[in-house]
């Protein structure tokens, strides 16, 4: 089978989950490849084995981080170009998705992003990626006709399973160009969000709205949050007020998630919010107005004032981990 | 500062939004066009730019006729003139195809900086600044909720999952920008009134030297092979606090093995 080569994300030294999601995608359609930058490889490869990769291709140098995007297009263009994979995946963060961008154009290939599951064609057996557009309304069946596929996989679109893989490792030695080289990564600032899972790749998420009333009360959601093990959200209500930064936004102008269970507080549900929820498995509300769009979704609602369901409701599950 | 600003209309996210059962393409018909909600950040960014350190805001947009509305829009708020690139032959292009249309439109007008929205409300691919930057050879600063510059060179937060990161480059370059930047102003009257004599340049593909077959559709590199309307949700079970919400929230989760 051919290769395909999946783009890790990781810190450093752990892989990040939405890689071994791909590496479970990818296996059903040919040997995962993983392409590593920076440092932490060694470390990394037993967990890369576990979820099948065949081969871990390393570029430890540091230009891959120093400089925004373009030197891990430039990368991977040239491991398209050595290695002729069927195809090529990276998660549709923003970053993997502006990385499938340049590479698209350095290839001519064709880039679906946003993909939640791929089968294979039946006549042609070429690669068929799944889409849920328009805040999830539509589901549409896309394919790459020029090029190499380069996918953007949605985090949490894929369940990861362990397939052991040899997961040897081959260095790449590749020295990036100076035109790669020009939008230079000067500092990072590291938002204050605890232990918290990070949001597009939560299994739960727990977001609070216009209902809260304040930031001072992001304190409730962010303690249901944490009996839950869960990331926090917020409605664009939110973030406009400066109630919640403005990273953890889910809706239109924000984040899109589909973790296994969504729990709305305070939110009305506006389509703006729902597009960028509505895919989630499971969806939990509490608000205080019964004709709230959001109950629309909702798999089990609670009408109600959220600042007496809420607690209660952190209470009940402290009580349920004690007993 | 000679600044470009990309703006699209898309279809109206609060309309019902539909795809075209002949060839799977936006059904441009089905829904208000109103103009992508981003660029009027970039647009807001563009003309504080050119508030702070002289020049000209010149807006391009591709997409077909009523577009229009959109241009206008951006010129009321402000802007000085506007290219359109219009022509039958567009409709369908992929982000490959629209990025290489937009790329000879810029190589035309010249520019410090091109500014564009993060991504469109549409197609949400978040992929055009990039591909942009890929074909003008220029550095990327996407992703902006700050940005500051001396007219040589720029620097932006550039947001993340864990915050944002600080970034620089040397101008020329490409910026897209996310809704923390600024808050748009609204068009005045006289903004509005004005905006009816500014200069909109139409251009089609012939006059960018671009042939029918480099465009649209058929010469996309990815295709919609089929699509379908996602079933509506199942109803839910709704109940009314009476003292034991939150007990009854606890129960569900825990029959659906959350806790």
Known sequence: ???????????????????????????????????????????????????????????????????????KAELLAHLIAAKAPAAVLVAATSEGREIAGRLAVKTGSGVLTDVIGLTADSDSGGLVGQQSIFGGAI???????????????????????????A??????????????????????????????PELTEASIVVSGGRGLGSGEHFALIEEL??????????????????????????????????????????????????AGMQTSKTIMVVNKDPEAPIFELADFGVVGDLFKVVPQLVAEIGKRAAG | ?????????????????????????????????????????????????????????????????????????ALSMGADKAV?????????????VTSAVLAKVLGRTGFDLVILGSESTDARMGTLAAMLAERLRLPQMSFASKLETDGS?????????????????????????????????????????????????????????????????????????SFANRPPRAAGTIVTDDGDGGVKAAEFLAARKFI
């Open chain 2, 153 to 225: 060179k720029i620097s932006i937060h550039r947001q993340a999952d864990y915050g944002y990161d600080t970034a620089e480059a040397a101008l020329p370059a490409v910026v897209s920008v996310v809704e923390k930047i600024n808050e748009p102003r609204y068009p005045s009257f006289k903004g509005i009134m004005a905006a009816k004599k500014k200069p909109v340049e139409t251009l089609s593909l012939a006059d960018l030297g671009l042939a029918a077959d480099e465009a649209g559709l058929s010469a996309s590199a990815t295709e919609v092979i």
């Open chain 2, 1 to 73: 500062m000679n600044i470009v600003v990309l703006v699209k209309q898309v279809p109206d996210t609060w309309s019902e939004r539909k795809l075209r059962a002949s060839d799977s393409t936006l059904d441009r018909d089905a829904a208000d066009a109103v103009i992508n909600e981003l660029d009027e950040y970039a647009i807001e960014e563009g003309l504080r730019l050119v508030e702070a350190h002289g020049g000209e805001v010149t807006i391009i947009s591709m997409g077909p006729e009523k577009a229009t509305d959109a241009i206008r829009k």
């Open chain 2, 84 to 96: 359109h690139v219009t022509d039958e032959a567009l409709r369908g292009s992929d982000g490959l």
């Open chain 1, 1 to 71: 089978m051919a290769e395909i080569l999946v783009l890790a994300e990781h810190d450093g030294e752990t892989v990040k989950k939405v890689t071994t999601e791909l590496l479970t995608l990818a296996r059903a359609h040919g040997d995962p490849a993983v392409v590593w930058t920076g440092d932490g490889a060694e470390g990394a490869r037993a967990r890369l084995g576990e979820f099948g990769a065949t081969k871990v291709y390393v570029a430890g140098s540091a230009d891959y981080s120093d400089y925004l995007v373009a030197p």
């Open chain 1, 225 to 274: 949050a944490d009996s839950l093990g869960a990331a926090v959200g917020a409605s664009r209500a939110a973030t406009d007020a400066g109630w919640y930064p403005h990273q953890f936004q889910v809706g239109q102008t924000g984040k899109t998630v589909s973790p296994q269970l969504y729990v709305a507080i305070g939110i009305s549900g506006a389509i703006q919010h729902r």
């Open chain 1, 139 to 165: 589901t549409v069946q896309s394919r790459v006709r020029a090029g190499t596929p380069i996918i953007a996989v949605r985090p949490n679109a894929v369940t990861p399973e362990t397939a052991p893989g």
């Open chain 1, 167 to 196: 997961a040897e490792i081959e260095p790449v030695s590749l020295t990036v160009s100076d035109e790669a080289k020009t939008a230079r990564v000067t500092g990072k600032v590291v938002a204050e969000r605890g232990e918290r």
